[in-house]
């Protein structure tokens, strides 16, 4: 079993930013590509950013593309988001997500074990 804990969440004025960590047990992480998503009331969830096993390989959806960049430190046991240039529209609730592959996966089905989120508010 894979647990994930999100942290870095709050409230931050447009134009700001934010980190969010999530951190994963297990001595298996350094194998699993990772990936953040978030979920804003009345919509579905959607990813955010995606992360190959080794950090060398990254995807971003148009949304948040140059906004958002995500990291990972296996030493640690940790991924990141970098969230910058912040806007209302982002506000949701983010979660973290761990697959048993090792390359990029990009959509929610594709993930096996999930944080229970930390909440990014965005205030104008």
């Known amino acids: 079993q894979v647990q994930l804990v999100e942290s870095g969440g709050g409230l931050v004025q447009a134009g700001g930013s934010l980190r969010l960590s999530c951190a994963a047990s297990g001595r298996t992480f350094s194998r699993h590509a990772m990936g953040w998503f978030r979920q804003a009331p009345g919509k579905e969830r959607e990813l955010v950013g995606a992360?190959?096993?080794?950090?060398?390989?990254?995807y971003y959806p148009d949304s948040v593309k140059g906004r958002f960049t995500m990291s990972r430190d296996n030493a640690k046991n940790t991924v990141y988001v970098q969230m910058n240039s912040l806007k209302p529209e982002d506000t949701a609730v983010y979660y973290c997500?761990?697959?048993?592959?090792?390359?990029?996966?990009?959509?929610?089905?594709?993930?096996?074990?999930w944080g229970q989120g930390t909440q990014v508010t965005v205030s104008s």
């Open positions: 997500a761990a697959t048993a592959r090792f390359v990029l996966a990009i959509t929610a089905p594709q993930y096996d074990y």
């Open positions: 992360i190959a096993w080794n950090g060398s390989n990254t």
